[in-house]
C-alpha cells in the first residue's frame, strides 16, 4: 500500500461544496487514481478527492450536476447544482476520467427535463449519496431564462417535483 493511501483512511477531507465534510470511516474503496500537478486524485466510491496545497480537496459523485473530462487539457470539470464549478489537471489520468463518469452515472436515480413553457425549463433528478446508506435527494434545477421571482412558477416547480416522486414512490 503506497503511502498516500494509508494517509487517505485517516484523512478529514476539507469542503469543497456547501455540504459539511464527513471523516472517511473504515479503509476507503480506491477504484482508480491518477497524478495532478499537486500529487494525486483517486476515486473512492463515493466520492473524488485530491491533494491540495493545504491538505485535500473532496467532491461527492452525487453532488456534480453537469460533468466532463477535457482530453486535450487533461482537465477533469464539473459544476454542482448551486452553479459553483470545480476542475481537475490530470498530468496522469489513467482511469479516473472514465470512473468519473461511471461513477457520476451510478449516482443518478432518476432525471427529468420539464417545460412549463415561457422559457421556463427545469431539471428535476434524484441522485443517490454513494458513500452514506443510498440516501437520495431530489433537486429541482433551473435552466437559464426562470424568472426570478415568479411565486407561481416556483408552485408549478414544487409541484412537479411532488408529482414526480409520488410516480417513482420512493423517498
Not at 450536476?65 to 454542482?80: A, N
Not at 452514506?132 to 421571482?149: F, Q
Request: proline share 8%; net charge negative.
Amino acid at each position: 500500500m503506497a503511502a498516500w493511501e494509508c494517509s487517505i483512511a485517516a484523512a478529514w477531507m476539507p469542503p469543497t461544496t456547501t455540504h459539511s465534510p464527513r471523516p472517511l470511516s473504515g479503509k476507503p474503496r480506491v477504484l482508480a487514481w491518477a497524478r495532478t500537478p499537486d500529487g494525486v486524485a483517486v476515486g473512492l466510491s463515493g466520492r473524488l478527492t485530491w491533494t491540495t496545497p493545504d491538505g485535500w480537496g473532496f467532491v461527492r459523485w452525487d453532488e456534480i450536476e453537469h460533468g466532463r473530462w477535457d482530453r486535450v487539457s487533461s482537465t477533469l470539470h464539473w459544476t454542482l447544482p448551486e452553479g459553483a464549478k470545480g476542475e481537475l489537471v490530470l498530468s496522469e489520468p489513467g482511469r479516473l476520467p472514465e470512473l468519473f463518469a461511471e461513477r457520476v452515472a451510478a449516482s443518478i436515480v432518476v432525471v427529468r427535463q420539464v417545460d412549463f413553457g415561457s422559457r421556463r425549463r427545469a431539471i428535476i433528478s434524484a441522485r443517490r449519496n454513494l458513500e452514506a446508506d443510498g440516501l437520495l435527494e431530489w433537486r429541482a434545477v433551473r435552466t437559464p431564462g426562470w424568472p426570478e421571482d415568479d411565486p407561481e412558477a416556483d408552485a408549478l416547480l414544487q409541484a412537479e417535483l411532488a408529482r414526480i416522486r409520488a410516480e417513482y414512490d420512493i423517498a
